[in-house]
């Protein structure tokens, strides 16, 4: 008789210990609010207006953290709206140059390395506003003042949680001030298509591109070095975009792996049969390696050439 009263009150105990336990943490299946947050992103804007893009002019980043706080804290953590940022980003506002656009899809990393922080190209990433985010989790709590360090939302959880609406304002914001010759580098060995729909490419940057600022859109589709060829111009989901960005009555060009993007994966590939350099000396001059010496320095021959051109002939 006692085992058989000890066993449903086990099971009570155990169901509200799980449930206490999930609301006293972990509530979200997505990872908590970065560590130092608050250090990081005020850090960020200093070395962004300092080091990395002065040319912006002089921010408040004290203000810049307490309105980009304010969109999310003391709020359910999935009920944020993009336009919760909006004084975040009037406040990190500045000119995106002209023809220094970069859109992008399934390649990040490669977007990151080939912009070189806005030197090169500017992507979303490289503002001020999305220099501030990038690669940081963050959310709130309803009804509390703090962060919630041990879990967020995820996108699948709720679409309308504080990260997925940042990046949409931050998309918004970056293509209605894009102009001139925009760039789209997208990677033509993703599954699924180069160009994903729906992407906050397809979603918040085409509809919000200002057809009067736009002279051209020039579409780069980039395999992966050791990836396979999903995806190219002309065909496929690029075919799709390029449709799509022609109806708009806008100026398409697309090119299948762009020399000046291969170069810049070839430095991780120097032995890649893709990243092969076609001789130019005679073919009398040609002729085997006969040394393990001789064969190191045609790859660092390889890799200083492919150096060499990237930093010259792209800027």
């Known amino acids: 008789m006692m ?28 990872e908590g609010t970065t560590q130092n947050l608050e250090s990081i992103a005020i850090g960020r804007c200093y070395d962004y207006i300092r080091i990395v893009n002065p040319a912006v002019g002089e921010k408040n980043c004290s203000e810049i953290w307490e309105a980009f706080k304010s969109a999310f804290i003391n709020k359910d953590p999935c009920s944020i709206l993009p336009e919760d940022y909006e004084l975040f980003i009037n406040l990190s506002l500045h000119t995106i140059p002209a023809n ?75 293509a209605k001030h894009s102009s001139g010759e925009i760039h789209v580098l997208l990677n033509g060995s993703a599954v699924g298509g180069a160009y994903p729909q729906p992407s906050f490419f397809a979603d918040y940057e085409i509809p919000n591109l200002q057809k009067d600022k736009i002279s051209q859109v020039v579409i780069w589709v980039v395999d992966d070095i050791e990836g396979p060829d999903l995806d190219s111009c002309g065909i496929h989901s690029v075919k799709t975009l390029e ?60 890799v200083s050439f492919v150096g060499f051109l990237f930093r010259f002939a792209l800027v």
């Open 100 to 174: 220094k656009s970069l859109f992008w899809e399934n390649n990040q990393l490669l977007v990151n390395s080939f912009a070189d922080r806005g030197r090169r190209y500017m992507s979303v990433g490289d503002t001020l506003f999305g220099f501030f985010g990038d690669f940081l989790n963050w959310c709130g709590q309803a009804n509390s003042s703090g962060l919630d360090y041990e879990s967020c939302p995820t996108t699948m959880e709720c679409e309308t949680n504080a990260v997925d609406s940042f990046w949409r304002m931050a998309s918004i914001t970056y």
């Open 3 to 30: 085992m058989s009263l000890f066993l449903p009150l086990l099971l009570v105990s155990v169901l509200f210990m799980n449930s206490f336990s999930e609301v006293r943490g972990r509530k979200w299946k997505g």
């Open 243 to 302: 449709t799509r960005l022609k109806t708009l009555g806008y100026n398409v060009t697309c090119t299948d792996n762009y020399k000046s993007v291969v170069f810049l994966l070839c430095l991780d590939y120097p032995d890649n049969s893709k990243c092969a350099l076609p001789s130019s000396a005679p073919a009398g001059q040609r002729g085997p390696i006969s040394s393990d010496r001789g064969g190191s320095w045609n790859k660092l021959m390889f």
